[in-house]
């Protein structure tokens, strides 16, 4: 098949045309740079099944695909607010563009959206049922709305024109690749700790997350683009819950670093709990994360410890 990964230059693109090329497919990586590298993909620029394309998908484009994965849109909190109407425009004009192409040419089209549809939420752990607590005028809303109309969209193509979509909401998703500018709280724990920098902890660190590895998520999400029964939306995390604290002190201690931890104003709008119910995922894909966080936390620092010395030579 031959398979476009707009975002494909990323943190969790990267990954995913990774795992396509190595299972036999042709894939079409499609990115405008803005958060990823071309480092990201550079194990891959001579293979004969992948190819590389610079480009911006608020603009359209013409491609002869079989699927569609759209992944192109910042994700986190201190690139997509940069720019925050370009991250608008990237989730909504960027939707209709690859839904408008997946239309054309007949192909299924997966979405990568996010546990940020729930916004702060007051069910917990959130199923898929749950439509959400999320402010549509703050910091954030330019991310949680863009995703939020961008699920509407795929819906709608779905209703009125039987595109075949697929729609993943991911949680706090981590590993090697994410950019040392990146801001989100794992490469940040990490380089702080590998450097003895201070630890920055946002509020009092007593906020929640689920932590999952790349590798399950991309096993995950190719699951869901595989099985024909489903449109989704379906959860994609590790349910198992942190608090921020939790992770700082994990990270100071697997990196062996003298570090200490300082305290941060919270964000506004930060969610304080966050945690999928992931029930629908395990019935349908027979999927649930395999990688425990200590496990994927030793993989993410022995990356950062490398691109650390990289950046440095
Ligand atoms: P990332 O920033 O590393 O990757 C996003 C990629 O999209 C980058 O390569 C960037 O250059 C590209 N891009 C951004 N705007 C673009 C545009 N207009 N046109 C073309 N390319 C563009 O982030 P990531 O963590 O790899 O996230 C990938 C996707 O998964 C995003 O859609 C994100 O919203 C979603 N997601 C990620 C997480 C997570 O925890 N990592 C959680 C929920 C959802
Ligand atoms: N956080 C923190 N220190 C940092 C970065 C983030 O304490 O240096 C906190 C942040 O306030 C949030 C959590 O860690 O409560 C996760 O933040 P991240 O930006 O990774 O993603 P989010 O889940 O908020 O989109």
Redesign the pocket.
């Known amino acids: 098949m031959r398979i476009l990964v707009t975002g494909g230059a990323g943190f969790i693109g990267s990954h995913l045309c990774t795992r396509l090329v190595d299972e036999g497919q042709d894939v079409i990586c499609l990115d405008n740079y803005f958060t990823g590298s071309k480092r990201n993909v550079d194990h891959l620029i001579d293979h004969h099944r992948f190819e590389l394309l610079r480009h911006d998908i608020i603009q359209p484009i013409l491609l002869e695909v079989d699927q569609i994965y759209n992944l192109a849109c910042p994700?986190?909190?201190?690139h997509y607010q940069v720019n925050p109407v370009k991250t608008v425009k990237t989730s909504v004009m960027g939707a209709i563009n690859m839904l408008g192409l997946a239309k054309r040419v007949g192909a299924r089209i997966l979405q990568a959206s996010t546990?940020?549809v729930y916004g702060d939420p007051q069910v917990h752990p959130q199923p898929e049922e749950y439509t959400g607590n999320v402010n549509p005028i703050g910091l954030?809303s330019c991310y949680d709305e863009g995703k939020r109309v961008a699920e509407t969209l795929f819906f709608d193509y779905l209703r009125q024109n039987r595109v075949d979509i697929r729609v993943v909401r991911i949680f706090?998703t981590y590993g090697p690749r994410m950019a040392l500018d990146d801001?989100?709280?794992?490469?940040?724990?990490i380089l702080?700790a590998l450097k003895n920098e201070e630890?920055?902890?946002?509020?009092d660190?007593e906020?929640t997350?689920s932590f999952q590895y790349v590798d399950d998520l991309v096993e995950g999400m190719m699951r869901m683009m595989a099985q024909e029964e489903e449109h989704g939306p379906i959860n994609m995390g590790n349910p198992r819950e942190f608090t921020?604290r939790q992770?700082?002190d994990l990270v100071i201690g697997q990196t062996g670093s003298s570090s200490k931890i300082g305290k941060?104003p919270?964000?506004a709008d930060?969610?304080k709990v966050?945690q999928p119910d992931i029930r629908r995922a395990k019935a349908l894909l027979d999927w649930e994360p395999k990688i425990p966080l200590e496990e994927g936390l030793e993989r993410t620092i022995a990356y950062f410890r490398e691109a650390l010395a990289d950046s440095h030579a």
């Open positions: 994700a986190s909190p201190v546990s940020e954030r706090n801001g989100r709280v794992v490469s940040n724990f702080q630890i920055t902890l946002y509020g660190g906020q997350r921020i992770l700082a941060r919270l964000p930060d969610p966050r």
